[in-house]
Structures are given as C-alpha cells and as structure tokens.
C-alpha cells in the first residue's frame, strides 16, 4: 500500500510540473506589453557590447536562481539585515554570482513602459536567451509568463560544488527534473565562464594532499594556471583573486570548444575534467567535441527545460516592482 502511495505521489507531482510548465507560452507578453522582449535584447545588447564576459555571468545567475526554489528570481532578493533575513544571493555558493546590475537597469525601462507586468523572472530567462545568441550560441525561443517567487533563504541554497564527482552532480540534476544529457549540456555553459583560483588551484599544487598538480591536466595548463594563482601579493578582495578562462581557447563564444579542450585534458575545473573521464559522460561529451551542432541543439533544449524548473503561473507569487525586494 505504502508502494502505490509514493508512487501516486511521485506522479502527481510530475504531471502537476508538466501542467504548470504548459501555461507558459511564446510570446506571453505581446498584448500586455508589446516591447517587452525587445526592450530585454536591446538593453542585453548594449551591456554586450562593453563586456562579452557578461554571457558567463547570465547564464550562472539563471542556473543559480533555477536551481534553488525553481526559476522565480529568488536569487535576485537582497538580504534584510533589519529582520536578520540573509537572503539566497547572499549564500556561499552565490558568492561570485553576478549579473544583477543589468537584470535591473533592464525592470526599470520595462516598468517605465508597462509597470507590473513583466516579471523578473522572465527577464532573466529572456536575457539569457539573448546574451547566448550575441556570443555565437544557438538562437531559440523561449516561453514566458513565469512569476517571482516570495522566498528567497540562503539556508536553502544547496547547489553543488566543482569538486563533486559527476555521479554527485548528476543525481542533483535529476532532483531538478533534468537528465544526464541535461547536465553534460549545461556544464557546457562553461565554454563562456571563468573561475576565480580558490575554486582550482589544489588541482595545480597539492592535489589530494601529493605535493603534486592533478595528473589528468595538462601539464602546460598546470604551469601557466600556477603562475596566475600564486601571487606575490596576496588578494584582499574579491576582485582581487585572478581568474581564468574555463574554455582556453574560444573564451567568449557559445560552441563545442570547452568539450574539445576537456578531451585534451584542459579542463580547469575537476567536474569539467572529470566530464571527459567518468563512463557516465564520457560518450556525449566526445559526441559535442565532434559535433558543434549537435551541442547547439541539445543547448538550446536544455535552457528551455531547464528555464521551466519548478515556475509559479497564474496566481501564484507576484510580479515585482523592484527585482531586489518583495512588494509591499
């Protein structure tokens, strides 16, 4: 009996987001606001423009905001130091997450020309779209009419790190409804990313505790990365850790590169090495290196599906005024 229950439950509950991702449509906004999805591109656009690493920076912000409670801008709330509410962005796994600047010049022009309608999260889903398209990446549509979420607890954010294995990393995409072709396509996304040296420099010094870089890098990656990370000058901020590319060769472009740089053992972080090595994923990711446009038609599927995690439709939460707090 106990068997049939959980089963019952379980279907109910995919049936239920399968229903809830089906009231979202292409094109939601072409009555209520018409510009919408132009202003987002325009906007994306001009920031492209001036800064290509702002691709890398979208497409973590949406994964890291779809990961926690769904795609509901959750992670776009500040935290309330007046009511000790620390809030998802401000989470350790968030740390380097960024992107919010432009999410919200982005809300200010569409409250200007259709004031609580378009919600915040669909912004970061259409910018995303946008931004992958302006780096070279596939061009897809997107359905809209998400709305924003009214929780936001750093207590919630449990994304896994780059030092899991890839059977951890998989079980946590399946928790969200995705699969492994999913997840060696979205790690994919790395191919326009970068990684500060906290999250990689073991891998180039003291691997597992040896005294010795990581035997599956490339030795000449291992040398140029433990130049950049061991400064004189120890950082004392943020901005003042040194990062690097984590496709080595075409940095600021959405293509198959990162998985042909992976084969050849110039994965920077472990998970994106491991990719290239554990049986699981090994196969699709020779299949991407081999394939460009195979990875960009998987892509484009994945950031759909994955763009429908977990959405609130209808009546559902709310449509925010102000991406960084709730409505009053």
Same mark, same amino acid.
């Given at each position: ?15 239920? +987001?399968?229903?809830?991702?089906? +009231? ?18 325009? %906007? %994306? ?155 990689? +420099? ?45 496709? +080595? ?80």
């Amino acid at each position: 009996m106990k068997i049939v229950t959980l089963l019952l439950v379980f279907l109910c509950y995919f049936f239920n +987001q399968d229903f809830v991702s089906a +009231q979202l449509k292409v094109g939601f906004y072409s009555s209520s606001c018409p510009k919408a999805e132009t202003i987002v591109k325009n %906007v %994306v656009k001009e920031k492209f423009k001036s800064d290509h690493s702002i691709t890398g920076a979208l497409l973590r912000l949406h994964f890291h905001d779809c990961g926690v409670r769904g795609c509901d801008a959750s992670i776009l709330i500040d935290s309330d130091p007046t009511n000790n509410q620390t809030s998802e962005k401000d989470s350790n796994p968030n740390f380097t997450v960024r992107g919010y600047e432009l999410i919200d010049e982005i809300k200010e022009k569409l409250e200007v020309n259709c004031p609580s309608t378009v919600s915040c999260a669909d912004i970061i889903t259409l910018a995303t779209r946008d931004v992958v398209s302006l780096a070279g990446g596939p061009k897809y549509t997107i359905p809209t009419g998400r709305r924003d979420g009214l929780v936001s607890n750093a207590s919630e954010v449990d994304l896994p790190g780059p030092n899991r294995s890839v059977s951890e990393i998989l079980a946590f995409f399946k928790t969200l409804g995705l699969n492994k072709n999913d997840m060696v396509t979205l790690l994919g996304a790395h191919t326009v990313g970068i990684a500060h040296c906290f999250f990689f +420099q073991f891998r180039v010094s003291n691997f597992r505790g040896t005294g010795k870089p990581d035997p599956t890098m490339d030795p000449e990656l291992v040398t140029k990365l433990f130049k950049l990370c061991n400064t004189s000058t120890p950082p004392t901020t943020l901005d003042d850790v040194p990062t690097t590319f984590l496709d +080595q060769n075409t940095s600021f472009v959405v293509d198959n590169q990162f998985y042909k740089q992976i084969l050849l053992k110039k994965g920077v972080l472990k998970i994106d090495q491991e990719l290239a090595l554990d049986k699981l994923s090994a196969p699709i990711v020779s299949r991407f290196a081999a394939n460009g446009n195979a990875f960009r038609q998987s892509f484009a599927k994945a950031m759909v599906k994955m763009g429908s995690i977990n959405v609130l439709v209808g009546d559902d939460g709310e449509i925010r005024k102000n991406c960084r707090v709730f409505n009053k």
